[in-house]
């Protein structure tokens, strides 16, 4: 049972236009949630996070929203760049757990 | 070197043996994870190690699976008698605390012939 998805496998942006990537999470429970970038052959490496208590973390070209009535958070990435080009994770946790939730990644493709 | 480190980077091996997967996590870090990473999956969570606390093993999918940590450093993965459907990305995180975010190693890409 996912309880985090990403439910768009991949996407394609012009450089210099905005990248949204989304997220949906099942478990009301979840209370801090994070962003990874992850290129082929390499581990994740993390972007950003926000905990349940904001409604957007900003940094630089990256910010992240959370909806939590809606289950749902985004990642802006603006403008886009073509070194941004690999694919996106997002995870999720709930308070007082251990386990981090990942959902399946969305992979991003910034044309030149 | 800075990073979370993991050895071997690539393991070929037959249905039936035991492997062993390593994990050096970055000096200073009380919090380890292990995952694994099927392909077209997202990362299944496995094991999470905190300092000197009992391990959560909640995600080890059998009991042919086992972790170790030791002197709260380094850990292993143990997986016996390996079958096809062990095969995958296994990816050891880690943090300075549990509420930090993780940083990954490389993987080890585990194939059972």
């Known amino acids: 049972d996912q309880q985090v998805k990403q439910n768009s496998p991949s996407l394609s942006v012009q450089e210099g236009r905005i990248s949204i990537l989304n997220c949906d999470y099942t478990?009301?429970?979840?209370?801090?949630f994070l962003w990874y970038k992850k290129y082929p052959a390499e581990g994740p490496t993390f972007l950003i996070s926000?905990?349940?208590?904001?409604d957007k973390n900003e940094d630089g070209r990256f910010t992240v929203f959370l909806n939590k009535s809606a289950k749902h958070l985004s990642l802006h990435i603006v403008p886009s760049q073509p070194g941004d080009s690999a694919v996106y994770f997002c995870a999720a946790r709930g308070s007082g757990g251990n386990q981090f939730y990942f959902g399946t990644g969305t992979s991003l493709t910034v044309i030149p | 070197g800075a990073g979370v480190s993991q050895s071997p980077s690539n393991k070929v091996t037959e249905k039936g043996k035991d492997v062993e997967l390593r994990c050096d996590p970055i000096?200073?870090?009380?919090?380890l994870y292990w995952y694994r990473q099927s392909l077209g999956q997202g990362l299944e969570f496995l094991i999470y190690f905190q300092g000197n606390s009992a391990p959560d093993k909640s995600g080890l999918p059998s009991d042919r699976f086992s972790a170790e940590r030791t002197g709260g450093s380094v850990s292993t993965l143990t997986i016996q008698r390996t079958q096809q459907e062990d095969s995958a990305v296994y990816l050891c995180?880690?943090?300075?605390?549990?509420?930090?975010?993780?940083?990954f190693g490389d993987g080890t890409r585990l194939s059972i012939l």
């Open positions: 995180a880690s943090s300075r605390d549990r509420n930090q975010p993780q940083h």
């Open positions: 478990n009301s429970m979840f209370d801090y």
């Open positions: 000096s200073g870090h009380t919090a």
């Open positions: 926000i905990s349940s208590i904001k």
